[in-house]
């Protein structure tokens, strides 16, 4: 059998021979080796001869972390670890040249041949980067909303929305764990209010950056834009504004690419 798997930072989506499993996210730059394993542990007892792992933080050398926790649990499978970027990008343009994009908790996109990675510009996390994730939406949400840029109606709709108070909020980012995921949890406000002008300004503004940072670079204006991740699939006709002002056109989009990165090995193995 063959185990297929699509990790982020949030969850990871399995499929083995038909069945779906989900389980929390690996992040091997973020998460110990004895949390991947515990992760890895969880999956079912199988026979599994070849798994194709794809998540985020998958680069060297922390993907073998990975690697070595799939090989205990499946000891005699053929075991590849790439980065999910590549699997989005096998899942979205299959063996045709194009952009793929990934928007989920965190966000990234790269330059694609059909083949291979050709041009990537790094993604850098959620502070530095991840412009149009999930984690930057709930950043820009939280912050304008705290600094009483979005209305003090909507700043108390947050609070009780979240059941928390401003310092409470400020220990979450500041002080907790995961604070990526604490933000990237505030995108269901935001999808719940998307009809109203100052929350559509906040979106199309964050979406927007993420064109003008990320995939204008690549200086390919020719080739629609291919998406993956909840938040692509949540907002895709604010993307697709975004895009069409910054000069380029969606392609398609998926939720979980898993199904499709599944359907790309079979094709590779025929």
Aim: hydrophobic share 40%.
């Amino acid at each position: 059998m063959t185990l297929i798997a699509d990790s982020g930072s949030t969850k990871t989506d399995w499929r083995l021979e038909g069945r779906t499993i989900e389980t929390l996210g690996i992040n091997p730059v973020r998460d110990s080796e004895e949390s991947v394993a515990e992760v890895i542990g969880s999956l079912p007892e199988a026979e599994v001869g070849a798994i194709y792992f794809y998540g985020a933080g998958c680069i060297e050398p922390y993907n073998k972390k990975i690697k070595l926790a799939l090989q205990r649990k499946y000891p005699h499978a053929r075991v590849s670890v790439e980065s999910d970027m590549l699997g989005a990008a096998r899942a979205l343009c299959g063996r045709e040249e194009g952009v793929a994009c990934i928007l989920g908790t965190g966000s990234n996109s790269c330059l694609y041949d059909g083949e291979k990675i050709i041009a990537n510009v790094p993604p850098l996390g959620y502070i530095l980067g991840d412009e149009g994730s999930g984690s930057a939406l709930g950043r820009r949400l939280a912050g304008d909303t705290l600094k009483g840029l979005l209305g003090k109606e909507m700043k108390e709709e947050l609070l009780d929305w979240l059941h928390l108070t401003q310092t409470d909020i400020i220990d979450k980012v500041y002080r907790q764990p995961m604070p990526n995921r604490f933000l990237a949890s505030l995108v269901p406000f935001l999808l719940q209010r998307k009809g109203l002008p100052q929350i559509n300004n906040l979106l199309t503004s964050e979406f927007r950056r993420f064109f003008t940072r990320n995939v204008v670079q690549y200086k390919r204006p020719d080739l629609p834009v291919n998406l993956a991740g909840g938040v692509a699939h949540s907002f895709s006709g604010e993307i697709a504004e975004a895009a069409r002002l910054e000069g380029f056109a969606i392609g398609i989009t998926l939720k979980a690419p898993a199904d499709r990165i599944a359907e790309y090995h079979k094709l590779m193995n025929r």
